[in-house]
């Protein structure tokens, strides 16, 4: 094979199940040429390594169509999602006549002579049902027929057609059925059925479609055009054409185009995205800068340095989908079992057909017939297919009235295995909002008149840290007065002349560089020191807030036995001070996006559950890549898009309401999914007759109905328990 790869995204229709994912996964893989295939299912999406040499992409479209799927193309993101469009639509069509089928079937019951024309009309309504609600599953199950395998769409259309077939040949040959006393009909069973799979399907493309959001939400970080400087003067360039070398000029509040170095100017640049730092960082001649980032203030001359695919963004870009596409797969169990479930009940059934045949009473026809039917409709999937979606329905409306967004039903299935939560600093623990912590006042010296020489300063200047020394001073109703001769020295601090005397106020090298002898501070956080006439006179230490209910959330974590980390891009006294207020023992500081990401493998390959909880761009590549993800709503939209839950209000305690919702969720699928199958197993033997040879008892199809609609009704009520259980 030749050592030129080529990876391509290939987008797949169909795919329902992890049965598909590794369907599609184990053809793919067989083909010559291919080296390797990911499948995500939740982009509906293939990643496949290629030797163009061998094979091209127009022979793995052809095979995915071969194997029963559809080929979307290739080279995007991600597919075009069409599905919840037709959800909604086929429900619009659907639930209103199987609504009108349930009453005549189960409600109403109309007088044996207006039955065989309500039968009838029964039968053309489901057919409606069956057409417009089922005839994709239909068209799955036929396909899964093709290629010998099962799942849930299987077993979808074997209960909802044995359903239809003998409730179709009910009403053709209604004057036979009733005289054998079984002229009852099941339309209900399956247009009911496949009203509900809609509703679920709904929900499932409505949270897979806004998780594809992410990637695009990153690409649109970096402005689509760019200021160049040319000999003739400026030009604005689509940012996508920029060039290794080129010079671009950027103003207060736009955003860098590509990675490069200043040339010219100064100023301070955001780069929380990238780093978690809070604090702006001052850029002169020399510095590098990074796509995405925001230029605060100032304004700045730079030369292009990395391009396209080759910046730092775009590494964030691929991280993020690398995570994506790595995430565990969660093999739903009702499908692990459908796939030996299926083919037993129809053997089962044909056992139990060919047994009534050889052994059976007169009529034998009949009689093996009504039996080979009950096993059919005992058996049909509607428990099995409810068992999970309606916990999951159920479960994520009860998170969304406690601020508690869940993308997916895979996400309650795992957050309750969680061993070790990973926190970031900025704007998870804490609120993101500077204030000052700490005063130090030299002797001589009051509070009052040192904050009232900073705070005068501090007042014309536009940095986070000169804010914070102005809020602290007007809490002590300390106002600023006038400046004259006032210099920003940007990224360093502020001097000016105050009641006729010289003041500096700004970072220790500032007043080192101007001749003061200062002391260095070990308060945690950011440091304002400030000079009055070449004597230094205090310093304050300015410190992110942590937020008011994280010290609760970290003791409850705690009580569970979850281990709480912090990983922070801040500085380490930044992130020491937040672990000691919160009593979280295990943190590290000036980690990078990528050091996240390492640091969470490293977890997990030590065989943690480890969940993330984050807000910035930053943590998107570890949100993404984490077995559950927390995204701050008051974060960005990457993160919450990344991440598998989002918390709204950012109130840090509906991250513990999370994973005890996901632990109550968790049960409620295994009671729902038990009980389906024992129903199963207990009822199939009736239905089959292994009762009648030595008590006369065996069950006819209209009871094998009931018994079917109650193990649905008991699936739902004991998910609806989830409504009402305490967070």
Same mark, same amino acid.
């Given at each position: 094979m030749s050592s030129k790869l080529i990876e391509k995204n290939v987008n797949i229709g169909g795919m329902t199940c992890a049965a598909c994912v590794r369907r599609v996964e184990k053809k793919l893989g067989k083909m010559e040429g291919i080296a390797s295939v990911s499948v995500n299912l939740a982009t509906n999406s293939a990643a496949v390594e290629y030797d163009p040499a061998v094979t091209d992409i127009d022979a793995i479209g052809e095979e995915i169509e071969r194997i029963g799927y559809v080929y979307k193309g290739s080279d995007k993101d991600f597919m075009e999602d069409e599905t919840e469009a037709y959800y909604a639509k086929s429900l619009k069509l659907t639930a209103p006549v199987a609504f009108i089928v349930f009453l005549f079937t189960m409600v109403i019951m109309p007088p044996h002579e207006y039955m065989v024309i309500t039968n009838w009309v029964m039968m053309f309504l489901t057919l409606h049902v069956m057409y417009f609600g089922g005839r994709s599953f239909y068209k799955i199950a036929w396909k899964n027929l093709k290629n010998r395998t099962s799942d849930m769409n299987t077993l979808l259309a074997l209960g909802t057609l044995s359903a239809f077939g003998y409730s179709a040949a009910v009403t053709v040959f209604h004057d036979f059925f009733y005289k054998l006393g079984a002229a009852h009909v099941y339309y209900d069973a399956s247009a009911v059925i496949i009203t509900f799979i809609l509703l679920g399907k709904l929900l499932e493309t409505r949270a897979k479609k806004k998780a594809a959001g992410a990637i695009e939400a990153l690409l649109n970080?970096?402005?689509?055009?760019?200021?160049?400087?040319?000999?003739? @003067?400026?030009?604005? /360039?689509?940012? +996508?054409? !920029?060039?290794?070398?080129? #010079?671009?000029?950027? &103003?207060?509040? %736009?955003?860098?185009?590509?990675?490069?170095?200043?040339?010219? @100017?100064?100023?301070? /640049?955001?780069? +929380?995205? !990238?780093?978690?730092?809070? #604090?702006?960082?001052? &850029?002169?001649? %020399?510095?590098?800068?990074?796509?995405?980032?925001?230029?605060?203030?100032?304004?700045?001359?730079?030369?292009?340095?990395?391009?396209?695919?080759?910046?730092?963004?775009?590494?964030?870009?691929?991280?993020?989908?690398?995570?994506?596409?790595?995430?565990?797969?969660?093999?739903?169990?009702?499908?692990?079992?459908?796939?030996?479930?299926?083919?037993?009940?129809?053997?089962?059934?044909?056992?139990?057909?060919?047994?009534?045949?050889?052994?059976?009473?007169?009529?034998?026809?009949?009689n093996s017939l009504v039996a080979f039917v009950s096993v059919l409709i005992v058996a049909c999937p509607c428990a099995m297919g409810l068992a999970t979606p309606t916990a999951v329905?159920?479960?994520?409306?009860?998170?969304?009235?406690?601020?508690?967004?869940?993308?997916?039903?895979?996400?309650?299935?795992?957050?309750?295995?969680?061993n070790r939560v990973i926190f970031d600093k900025t704007g998870t623990l804490t609120t993101g909002k500077l204030r000052v912590e700490d005063v130090h006042v030299a002797v001589g010296y009051t509070e009052e008149k040192l904050l009232e020489y900073a705070s005068s300063l501090e007042a014309l200047s536009e940095h986070p840290l000169a804010k914070a020394v102005v809020t602290y001073a007007k809490s002590k109703n300390i106002h600023p007065q006038l400046v004259a001769d006032f210099h920003n020295i940007d990224g360093e601090g502020v001097r000016g002349n105050v009641d006729g005397r010289e003041v500096l106020v700004g970072k220790l090298d500032f007043l080192s560089s101007n001749g003061v002898e200062a002391v260095p501070s070990d308060f945690a956080g950011s440091h304002v020191y400030v000079a009055v006439d070449g004597v230094y006179v205090g310093v304050f230490g300015v410190a992110d807030t942590v937020k008011e209910d994280a010290a609760a959330t970290v003791a409850q974590l705690k009580k569970m036995h979850i281990t709480p980390v912090i990983i922070s891009g801040d500085n380490e006294k930044s992130v020491k001070s937040v672990a000691e207020k919160l009593g979280i023992y295990e943190y590290f500081s000036g980690v990078s996006p990528k050091g996240k990401l390492d640091k969470l493998h490293q977890y997990r390959d030590n065989g943690d559950i480890v969940a993330m909880v984050g807000d910035g761009i930053n943590d998107a590549a570890a949100l993404a890549a984490s077995d559950v993800g927390f995204a701050m709503s008051g974060g960005t939209e990457v993160a919450m898009q990344s991440g598998d839950i989002t918390i709204i209000a950012d109130k840090t305690d509906r991250i513990v309401k999370a994973i005890k919702l996901s632990g109550y969720t968790l049960n409620v699928i295994r009671q729902n999914l038990f009980w389906a199958f024992i129903y199963n197993i207990v009822l199939i033997p009736l239905a089959a007759g292994v009762f009648y040879p030595a008590f006369g008892i065996r069950m006819m199809p209209m009871y094998a109905g009931v018994a079917m609609a109650f193990s649905s009704v008991s699936v739902v009520s004991n998910s609806l328990r989830l409504k009402i259980k305490k967070l």
């Open positions: 970080l970096a402005p689509k055009t760019a200021t160049i400087i040319e000999n003739n @003067g400026e030009r604005e /360039v689509a940012a +996508s054409s !920029l060039k290794i070398g080129d #010079v671009i000029r950027v &103003k207060p509040g %736009g955003s860098i185009a590509v990675d490069g170095v200043v040339e010219h @100017g100064q100023g301070s /640049v955001d780069e +929380s995205m !990238l780093t978690g730092e809070s #604090v702006p960082v001052s &850029k002169r001649v %020399g510095d590098n800068l990074y796509a995405g980032t925001i230029l605060t203030s100032g304004t700045l001359l730079y030369h292009a340095a990395s391009v396209g695919s080759d910046t730092v963004l775009a590494g964030i870009i691929k991280a993020v989908k690398g995570a994506t596409a790595s995430k565990p797969k969660v093999q739903r169990m009702a499908d692990q079992l459908s796939a030996v479930f299926v083919p037993v009940v129809i053997l089962i059934a044909g056992a139990t057909l060919g047994t009534w045949m050889i052994f059976g009473p007169e009529p034998v026809l009949t329905m159920v479960a994520t409306g009860r998170g969304a009235s406690e601020g508690i967004l869940v993308k997916n039903g895979e996400t309650l299935e795992k957050a309750c295995r969680v």
